[in-house]
């Protein structure tokens, strides 16, 4: 989530962010992923396969879309990256909706 919300403010003040601040809002995204999809999808862990397939395509989207975002800064392309948090958060969480975005 704090990913998320991190994500949420640059959106709705793009603007007024660096590019610096906006690169490390970012890579505070992809660092988050990369030990989720790492601790996902090692040998010991306990998620079934198909779960564990779809945590490693969702972080390859995220770290696609991240340096996309890097090489060309677009606000909008955000949502698709905000949306997803909140989705993993909520269902880490055991809700049946992500909480809705700010």
Known sequence: MK?????????NDWDNYSREERND??????KLWTIFATDATAED????PEVQNNIANLGVFIFRETMGILAHPEKDRLDSLININRAIAAGLRGQTEPPTQR
């Open 3 to 11: 990913a998320a919300a991190r994500m949420t403010l640059l959106k």
């Open 25 to 30: 809002i970012l890579t505070f995204n992809r």
């Open 45 to 48: 862990s306990q998620l079934p």
